[in-house]
């Protein structure tokens, strides 16, 4: 994609990350994942036009997040990133970009966010925006005081679960103690233990030097455990969606799509991924990102048709 563009403005493209579109995916599965859940539990139909026409409203508003998220990490890692040889070429790292020119086109990035959600979420876009916001702000400085930044970089994912839910009618932050806002945090809950895997799959490529430059990551401090870890968090995820699916009342759908396909993808992911290998960490945090996103949005998917039959009839 770089190559079509004029010269300057590949370094903007490159903090927007336009050329590695799987992250922009895993910011729009839990807008998706919410907006899908909200489609489910709703007591009125909502028509497959409509959730499909917000859903795409949602995946431009990830897209804008994602890329301002991306130029902030930059913009707040240019020094760590320089002591990174698969980073150190990163517009920041390397100068291409003045600091006064990413933090105007990280504003810019973050406006547009903010007009989207306020046109999705009137009245309660501030309530959803402010957090994620601080931990947007807040994840690329985790790694300097933690080993756990994947835990942050999860809790940061997950909460668009919630605004995709409220962005189809169902409000999390309303507080209401009922399955249906069990099932819907139990969703956010998946969201988090999934970006703890991946992410730390794919802190693996960097894992000699994140632990020469000091910088913590789950890769760094489970380096000798980190199967073990995995195959713990796989079982874990498999059983909140399993659990999701009994607070809401899910059917066969849900449960062969969702679970079950989740279920494959982690076996298979855990069992052949080569955590020495950068390239085997990185084809596995690629393609397992799209089918675990893709086996739980065919599983809410499939959830919603069955319930909008059952309402028609």
Request: proline share 4%; charged share 15%.
């Amino acid at each position: 994609m770089l190559t079509y563009l004029p010269p300057s403005w590949i370094p903007y493209a490159e903090l927007m990350r336009i050329h590695k579109p799987v992250g922009t995916m895993n910011i729009f599965f839990p807008y998706l994942f919410g907006s899908l859940f909200a489609g489910c539990v709703s007591f009125s139909a909502t028509e497959p036009k409509w959730l499909l026409a917000r859903s795409t409203y949602l995946f431009i508003a990830a897209f804008a997040l994602r890329s301002a998220g991306c130029t902030w990490n930059d913009i707040a890692d240019r020094d760590l990133d320089r002591l990174v040889e698969r980073t150190r070429l990163r517009p920041m790292a390397r100068g291409a970009i003045s600091p006064l020119a990413a933090y105007a086109f990280t504003a810019v990035q973050v406006g547009v966010w903010l007009a989207l959600l306020s046109q999705m979420l009137p009245g309660r876009w501030l309530l959803y925006a402010a957090p994620l916001l601080f931990l947007v702000w807040l994840y690329p400085f985790a790694k300097r005081f933690t080993d756990y930044a994947q835990i942050v970089l999860g809790v940061t994912l997950g909460w668009g679960v919630l605004v995709g839910a409220a962005a189809v009618g169902t409000d999390a932050l309303a507080m209401r103690a009922d399955d249906q806002n069990a099932g819907l945090l139990g969703l956010y809950l998946v969201y988090v233990v999934w970006s703890v895997i991946h992410d730390t799959v794919y802190a693996h490529q960097d894992v000699r030097d994140d632990a020469k430059a000091g910088i913590g990551s789950m890769a760094v401090r489970w380096l000798h455990w980190t199967k073990p870890l995995l195959w713990t968090l796989a079982v874990v995820q498999v059983g909140l969606l399993w659990i999701v699916g009994r607070w809401i009342g899910a059917g066969m759908w849900y449960y062969y799509g969702a679970v079950g396909g989740n279920g494959i993808v982690l076996l298979a992911m855990v069992s052949k991924l080569d955590l020495s290998d950068p390239r085997s960490c990185l084809w596995w945090f690629q393609t397992g990102s799209l089918l675990v996103g893709s086996s739980i949005a065919a599983g809410l998917w499939g959830e919603y048709l069955a319930r909008l039959n059952i309402q028609i009839v």
